[in-house]
């Protein structure tokens, strides 16, 4: 399963609402991981199921989607946002990650 | 606190061999799915494998560019998981984290991650 992320690279403002979108190639019902990686870090994991917040994780971050479209919502930016995300599924094995989406400061 | 430390990275000549290992902490090893991934320099995260608990019979499942070369095992008494890598390739190269499930629903996602072991591979 191949999963596209729009867009690859975004220029925001502390403050910005940011959305991302993670497509998957078919259905995928709520198998879906959005993980966080600041840069010479390893990948952390945001939220899970498609929906649901890992513990810790601050409430500006959210998710939603089913089957093949998936979005990623950051509602203020903020300094500590600036990262890259990606997002994989988990519904079929091979495990698939999406190509990752560059959040830069403007 | 869960703690995962990879080891055994290095400079290695194609075709050759080489074998990471992941130390745990922290947490009750046997009970829980372990995974490999990598990040070439530069690079998006590529998934390469998992081994599952023993409950699900340490069954294994592999990425495709992987398979048939690269050999995940565990030891519980050590807590300990590994990754042999043969016939290795320069597209291999890459930062190899070790990471533990995250189980919800039945499903399991990458909770926790070690911090890396770079793997190059060149002559």
């Known amino acids: 399963i191949q999963l596209t992320q729009s867009p690859s690279f975004l220029s925001a403002s502390v403050g910005d609402r940011v959305t991302i979108t993670c497509r998957a190639s078919?259905?995928?019902?709520?198998?879906l991981a959005w993980y966080q990686q600041e840069p010479g870090k390893a990948p952390k994991l945001l939220i899970y199921a498609a929906s649901t917040l890992q513990s810790g994780v601050p409430s500006r971050f959210s998710g939603s989607g089913s089957g093949t479209e998936f979005t990623l919502t950051i509602s203020s930016l903020q300094p500590e946002d600036f990262a890259t995300y990606y997002c994989?599924?988990?519904?079929?094995?091979?495990?698939?990650f999406g190509g990752g989406t560059k959040v830069e400061i403007k | 606190e869960v703690q995962l430390v990879e080891s055994g990275g290095g400079l290695v000549q194609p075709g050759g061999s080489l074998s990471l290992s992941c130390a745990a902490s922290g947490f009750t090893f046997s009970d829980h799915y372990m995974d490999w991934v990598r990040q070439a320099p530069g690079k998006g995260l590529e998934w390469v494998g998992r081994?599952?608990?023993?409950?699900?019979?340490?069954?294994?499942e592999y990425a495709a560019s992987v398979k048939g070369r690269f050999t995940i095992s565990r030891d519980d008494s050590k807590n300990s998981l590994y990754l042999q890598m043969n016939s290795l390739k320069t597209e291999d190269t890459a930062v190899y984290y070790c990471?533990?499930?995250?189980?919800?629903?039945?499903?399991?996602?990458?909770?926790?991650w070690g911090q890396g072991s770079l793997v190059t591979v060149s002559s």
């Open positions: 078919q259905g995928i019902s709520s198998y």
């Open positions: 994989q599924q988990l519904n079929t094995y091979p495990l698939t």
């Open positions: 081994t599952r608990n023993k409950a699900n019979s340490y069954t294994t």
């Open positions: 990471a533990r499930d995250y189980c919800s629903g039945g499903w399991c996602y990458l909770g926790y």
